[in-house]
């Protein structure tokens, strides 16, 4: 097996971290989608992990708290053929799911408050809406 898969420039995960289970898959296959193990279902502990500082892994369980089940991140493909097809298919979704959890918090927005103009064309666009609208009454009223 290989050293891990790479994240980020800085940030490898320790192949020794990753569980890998294969099952039948459902999908395509012919005759020997009843005999292969294709399907792949690829387990990162991120409660457990020593390869992140602890700041980054809660970042990481906060960001994926919805996809964790005791702290453990599970990916499942199935959707090629062959079992290596679906490790790779696994660990690319695996690496962009961290990569995008580790990724820093966009800056926080900047108020700001409509323009002069853009507050004059919202009343004229009123003002016109509303004479349309007055035009069409049939009794005036």
Do not use: C
């Amino acid at each position: 097996m290989d050293d891990g898969l790479r994240v980020t420039d800085r940030w490898t995960v320790p192949a020794a971290e990753l569980r890998e289970r294969f099952s039948r898959s459902s999908g395509p296959g012919g005759q020997g989608v009843n005999t292969t193990d294709s399907r792949v279902e690829l387990s990162f502990d991120v409660a457990g992990t020593t390869s992140l500082p602890p700041a980054l892994r809660e970042r990481v369980r906060e960001s994926l708290a919805g996809r964790l089940v005791d702290g453990v991140l599970t990916i499942a493909a199935s959707e090629h053929r062959a079992q290596l097809a679906n490790r790779e298919a696994a660990r690319e979704r695996l690496v962009a799911l961290l990569r995008e959890a580790v990724a820093p918090p966009p800056p926080p927005r900047r108020p700001t408050r409509p323009s002069r103009g853009a507050k004059e064309r919202r009343l004229a666009d009123k003002k016109r809406q509303s004479q349309r609208k007055r035009d069409r009454r049939a009794d005036g009223d």
